[in-house]
């Protein structure tokens, strides 16, 4: 990359390289997480070769959904390598896969208790909701899971509502939707004020429009947006990167 000097790359310069905000680097200094090991004369930061590495590892063990102190405890193990880093991190996506797998019921009745409940026209439903919203899809789901509590009380709710009350949905929904992509396009972490705002919000409309949303049904969707191509689909449409974004603001939140 252009500028890099061989004393190391400055923090505009790592941020680049590795899709983080320069906000959530200088808040990795301040805690002392990842400390540029040496400056330039002016008394910018400058990361080295080293620096870099152990940043490479915060970022998989935050994806892999450890706090930020848990990382820190992890990186400054006096015992540990890199070889030994990368077995741990290997075990922790192997776990989460097996977790993932354990969660597929779940999952499936999330989508349907976010999804179902429709008490509107064909051309209504395709008027709010386009073309992702099918009959066939309906049925699908309601033979699958229709026996959940879930599923029951978003029936009970929805049954309710109006084209008026659907419409008051949609936009609430699109809401959500904006803060999320406004976050993103700002360079705002998922864990910082404006993504974890946006991640509230997204739980509350879920809460105060279909059923009771517990912080675990809360991780079980944001795990469902990466896990499941049709609702990756969704977000990335609206932006790029977005599934992952709302995924990772919603952990951060439900992480406080």
Same mark, same amino acid.
């Given at each position: 990359m252009t500028g890099v000097t061989e004393a190391g790359m400055t923090v505009g310069q790592v941020a680049e390289r590795f899709a983080v905000t320069v906000r959530t680097l200088h808040h990795y200094d301040e805690i002392g997480l990842l400390r540029p090991s040496r400056r330039t004369a002016a008394g910018y930061r400058l990361y080295t070769d080293a620096d870099v590495t152990r940043l490479q590892h915060v970022i998989v063990y935050r994806r892999l959904g450890? +706090? *930020?102190d848990e990382i820190a405890e992890v990186l400054d193990d006096p015992d540990a390598d890199? +070889? !030994?880093? *990368?077995r741990r991190q290997r075990d922790a996506v192997m776990s989460r896969l097996d977790e993932l797998s354990g969660l597929v019921v779940a999952i499936d009745r999330a989508l349907e208790a976010e999804m179902s409940g429709i008490r509107l026209t064909r051309e209504e439903q395709? #008027? *709010?909701f386009g073309d992702g919203f099918s009959e066939e899809y309906q049925a699908e789901a309601r033979e699958r899971w229709g026996d959940t509590e879930e599923w029951k009380q978003s029936q009970a709710r929805t049954a309710q509502y109006t084209k008026a009350d659907w419409e008051a949905i949609k936009a609430e929904t699109d809401a959500v939707n904006d803060a999320f992509v406004a976050a993103k396009r700002s360079g705002a972490a /998922?864990? !910082?004020e404006a993504g974890l705002a946006a991640a509230d919000a997204h739980g509350r409309h879920i809460h105060d429009r279909f059923y009771d949303l517990s912080p675990e049904m809360h991780l079980c969707l944001a795990r469902m947006y990466v896990a499941d191509e049709r609702f990756t689909a969704y977000y990335d449409d *609206? #932006? /790029?990167g977005l599934a992952q974004y709302v995924h990772d603001a919603i952990e951060a939140l439900r992480a406080t």
């Open positions: 450890f +706090a *930020l890199v +070889a !030994s880093h *990368l395709q #008027e *709010l /998922p864990d !910082s *609206l #932006e /790029p």
